[in-house]
């Protein structure tokens, strides 16, 4: 089992950005200790939001340390100030990163109906797919809030892997996968705990009956 790790931006807080979301703008600093850590223990790399830092920062930094991460994209942000562009969004695909939907406008799924969940993830997988003319079968929960009808639409509608907001690591072929958010200030000894905590068995067991109670049998299906 590995530690997937869930980033927002890199860098002082830019303009576009809400006061609330000043936790989840991390120092570079921060972000060349995640690639060197990643260099030598293994881990899974997101990004969420679809900020310009994904572009600028994070994409010739993986590409120069040889590492992949998926990004996720609200597709209604696509091309609007502090956000990538389409095409951004073709340049990482085709140096190898996964692109994948944070939704269309960002909603918190749990509060719309079933039909509007779809309208909104479907949509932005249309124009992402047309962006990058490649599937996007992922997908990010906004703001991490869901619930069991929530992962049902998304399991109804084809999504192949669903990243969370859950924390703790968990195995390769895991369809819901947690994901532990990194903010600011963190320090290098409390992102290695990340990378490197095993949960002990009983641990392990409370952690997956957290997620069972909260998403049902899709916890424990495999992609």
């Known amino acids: 089992m590995n530690a997937c ?3 927002h931006g890199i860098g002082p807080l830019p303009p576009h950005a809400g006061a609330d979301e000043a936790p989840y703008w991390v120092r570079r600093e921060t972000f060349d200790t995640i690639i060197e850590l990643m260099r ?3 881990a899974r790399l997101t990004f969420d939001d679809g900020n310009t830092t994904d572009v600028t920062v994070a994409f010739p930094a993986l590409v120069k340390a040889g ?3 998926s990004f996720f994209i609200p597709s209604a942000r696509i091309g609007t100030p502090g956000y990538v562009n389409e095409e951004d969004i073709r340049f990482m695909h085709e140096g190898g990163m996964e692109i994948g939907s944070h ?7 749990t509060k719309i109906n079933d039909a509007e969940i779809a309208h909104d993830v479907m949509q932005s997988v249309e124009r992402l797919s047309t962006i990058i003319k490649a599937p996007v079968r992922s997908v990010a929960i ?4 869901c619930d069991r009808r929530v992962l049902a639409m998304l399991r109804k509608l084809g999504m192949s892997r669903v990243y969370s907001s859950f924390r ?7 369809w819901l996968v947690r994901r532990d958010c990194i ?6 000894e409390e992102i290695l705990r990340i990378f490197t905590h095993k949960p002990a068995a009983a641990e392990a067991a409370l952690n997956l009956l957290r997620v069972w109670r909260r998403a049902g049998n899709a916890a424990l299906w495999a992609a």
């Open 5 to 7: 790790l869930m980033l």
């Open 40 to 42: 030598t223990i293994p």
């Open 67 to 69: 590492l992949k991460a």
């Open 103 to 109: 939704g269309c406008a960002h909603l918190d799924w």
């Open 142 to 145: 906004p703001y991490g809030y």
């Open 168 to 174: 703790g690591p968990d195995s390769e072929n895991t």
């Open 183 to 188: 903010k600011q200030p963190m320090s290098r």
